[in-house]
């Protein structure tokens, strides 16, 4: 499986303080439900799970990484133990509704912040919202032109460390 990881970088234009924060932390999810779509010869197929892939009622992490460097924020995502992607960097950032969008250079969309969700894009999706205070739950889509995957998973006691991020991102919004 490929990995995915995801990197969000933020230059403000402000003084680069030498202040330097680091917070490590992950997520336990279980997989709540799986469906996997296929064709083959033009006959729809409906299979359980891929090889050696995730089933309902394994758990996997998903594992956060920040460093903040005096003004400059920086947010790495490893969601390689479910969903098979693609590395990526944002280096711009927009406020829209208290949820901060991730682009490319290119201004290609990668993905939303925010308090109580979390999206990002590769070559298929992640969403993820808070539904009871630190529990979240999550959907993940991706595919190719021979099989779709819709994956969901309840992922328990988010720590206090994502909103310490979303605080971080938050201090110093245009």
């Known amino acids: 499986m490929k990995n995915i990881l995801l990197t969000l970088i933020f230059l403000s234009p402000l003084a680069f303080a030498q202040e330097t924060v680091e917070l490590k932390f992950s997520i336990g999810c279980k997989v709540t439900d799986l469906v996997i779509l296929g064709t083959q010869d ?3 197929k409906r299979y359980q799970s891929f090889e050696d892939g995730l089933k309902p009622g394994v758990a996997f992490s ?7 460097i005096g003004f400059w924020n920086r947010l790495r995502i490893d969601s390689s133990k479910f969903m098979a992607g693609v590395t990526f960097d944002s280096v711009n950032k927009k406020e829209i509704n208290e949820m901060y969008q991730f682009t490319s250079d290119g201004g290609l969309y990668l993905g939303y912040l925010g308090l109580n969700f979390l999206t ?3 070559l298929g999706s992640i969403e993820m919202n808070r539904y009871f205070k630190n ?6 889509r991706d ?10 998973a309840n992922c328990q006691s988010m720590p206090n460390e994502y909103d310490d991020v979303y605080n971080y991102f938050n201090e110093f919004s245009d």
């Not at 529990?135 to 993940?140: E, I």
Request: charged share 25%; net charge negative.
């Open 42 to 44: 033009g006959i729809p």
């Open 62 to 68: 998903i594992d956060f990484e920040f460093t903040r």
């Open 120 to 122: 990002f894009e590769s």
């Open 135 to 140: 529990d979240w739950q999550l959907m993940s």
């Open 143 to 152: 595919g190719s032109s021979k099989a779709s995957r819709l994956l969901t």
